[in-house]
């Protein structure tokens, strides 16, 4: 079974920093693209950055670039998520997630992925 575990979301005033780790186990990792995902109250799941499966090819949502960073090591099956600079309105549960289709990183983390893992909450406070 394809199993993709996110952790380390907490709560952190703004301007604070968080790094979210996502384990994957049950698939061919390094055949994958991977991304984060988040969700607001209130509001839909949305695509915030999200890695090809050998790192040449990265989408950032334009609300967390500069801030945000993915990153992934294929040896250790894990993905991560630097967030720095945070703000109040960062607040979401995050999800990491992967696919395996041959469409374009960004067309993926704007649509969505195949498979997601269970969500980790992260609340930054003014």
């Known amino acids: 079974d394809v199993q993709l575990q996110a952790s380390g979301g907490g709560l952190v005033q703004a301007g604070g920093s968080l790094r979210l780790s996502c384990a994957a186990s049950g698939f061919k990792f390094d055949d994958y693209a991977v991304g984060w995902f988040r969700q607001a109250p209130g509001l839909g799941r949305e695509g915030i950055a999200c890695t090809s499966k050998k790192e040449d090819s990265t989408y950032y949502k334009e609300s967390v670039a500069g801030r945000f960073a993915v990153y992934r090591d294929n040896a250790k099956r894990m993905v991560y998520l630097q967030m720095d600079s945070l703000k109040p309105e960062d607040t979401a549960v995050y999800y990491c997630?992967?696919?395996?289709?041959?469409?374009?990183?960004?067309?993926?983390?704007?649509?969505?992925?195949?498979?997601w893992g269970k969500g980790t909450q992260v609340t930054v406070s003014s």
């Open positions: 997630a992967a696919d395996k289709s041959r469409v374009e990183v960004a067309t993926m983390c704007i649509l969505g992925m195949d498979y």
